[in-house]
């Protein structure tokens, strides 16, 4: 494995490095300087830093039935992949599952729906713009365990009973709204004001200015506040663990599961729920490229 | 509609963006109909804030835009019949050249058909058939400007607003998109109002020339009027081509009268009502009428004043030489001599040259 995961930064920094070489005024005549060496080792260290611990999850899970949760390796099947769904005693994978899932999409659609609408509002400064952009960034900083249980008690206190699609759903939002709005601020920042203007002067209404022009100009920025709503809505822990009532999410799921469970059923968990957030995201991104292309292959018409 | 007219008329009008300072003050105008009017200053002087006004993307804070007899503040640019090429032209990057040309004809709900049919039309008038299918971010600059014209144009407006709209261009573009526009407003016999900082675009292209200073109009005239005669000292110096001295009135006699500094220039009279002994006036002299002669030769007839200078810098321009003098102290004098007099006896830098002009050619200014 650790074979295997050296190559990567090695092709991928050659390739980098190749146009520099290039570019390069000292007479190097094709020999790299010593630098090179050392920033490729410190990149290689970086990269397994970054995914070796993931990849130590992932292997394990595909260990046979006599598998244990450290390494070596005991034999190679999907065993734990099956009991993981199969035994009752792993837990509500399956429903916490769907649950993850729908309140992701919500969380998604609030998130696109209000951080488009603050970019909107943000186009022109308004007396105390300041204020209000800081009190939306503000929860970004608070913690979220701190932000969760206060949620959990506001509800508590109302007489409200707790679940994940109210009061999960609000403590979520807390945390992916700040982080879409700043999203959307960057995406709207690219975005010349002079189009508004030209598609006023050419007898546009507002809306109109902003269905023809705004949202197919910035549709790949929505796609990426969309994208960071999902994600961080999926994996969301600290701000669900008290607010999502008596069902759990699939984070606080899995964690209980890490208190109980002592198999690698755990780690075949890890490798579903990653390869479900790679489909998203290369969904997501996919989408994006297929936008761009389309506008590309118009052109060529 | 009203009127098909695209004659404007602007009467007092301010604009204040802070309620202290005026960005246009106060400017009177009137453009006829079917005229290429060229507003002309340096930045800052107000002349994008009244396009702006004009095209309905500001309010001025006080007077009145009368187009075709109606006054339009208030109104949308589409119920002025105005329509505006931004300066960088502001093509929308996500539709095509067809699309982008329609998109007027698609928000006024115009059947896809009917609509694409006549921006393919439009798109053959400006030469740009083959590029239909692009992108704007495909085309080159003078193709997106062409883009841009069309796109404005098929509002089938009765005044075209263009702001700076060479700037983005190289400069042999310029020269050749400069002749495009002009084509393009004939063709199309509409009012255009183009804001330019080039004086050369805006002699070259305008009937009208209005050239600003500080939210106020210092003159407006056709072309030729403000480059040879310029009412003032801000306007011969913007507009270039005229060397300007600056004195204090000697003597006055009938049809002249005479500036004692630097030395006796002669200066003819003309409409200026009162001129007094002592009065400190400018005067403009083009530098293409100024002469050069070697010191202690005979002035040409006609030729009453000649001032001592040495040569600074010289500069061959092609069918010209730009002689730089230091005839004046702490201002450019400067002599555009034509190629073939000059080589027939070359001066080099460090000469000391007499500048001579006839007198009828130097003009007081106000």
Redesign the interface.
Known sequence: MSAVLADMPKTETSKMGAPASTKAIAPSKGSRPWTFYVLATLFAAYVIALYGPMFCIYILSFQDIRGGLVFPMKGQSLHWFVDLFTQVRTGDVKGSFDRSIKLAVIVTIITVVVSFLAGLGFRKRFRGDTVVFYMMIGSLVAPGLVLGLGTGLLFQALGLNASWYTSALGAQLSWTLPFGVLVMFAVMSRF?H??E?????????RW?SIW??MI??L?PGLVAVALFGFTLSYDEFARSLQTAGSLNTLPLEIWSMTLNVTSPSLYALGTVTTVVSFVVIGASLGTIVLIQKK??S???? | MKSDRGDIELAGVCKSFDGVTNVVDGVNLRIDDGAYCCFIGPSGCGKTTILRMIAGHEDPTAGEIVIGGQNVVGLAPVQRRTAMMFQSYALFPHLTVRENIAFALRVRGQSKADRLRAADAMIEKVRLTQFADRLPAQLSGGQQQRVALARAAITEPRVLLLDEPLSALDEQLRVQMRQELRRMQQELGITFIHVTHTQLEAIALADLVVVMEQGKIKQAGAARDVYAHPHDRYVAEFMGGQNVLSGRVEKVNGASFTLAAPSGIEVPLQARPTINVGDQVDIAVRRDDVALVRPGRDLPPGYTTSLPGRVLAIEYQGYFVKVMLDTVPDDEFVAYVPEKTFFADPFTVGDVVMATWATGSALPLA
């Open positions: 010349n002079v189009w203007e030209a598609a006023y002067d050419l007898g546009a209404s109109q023809l022009v197919p100009v549709a506008r590309g118009q052109a060529k018409g």
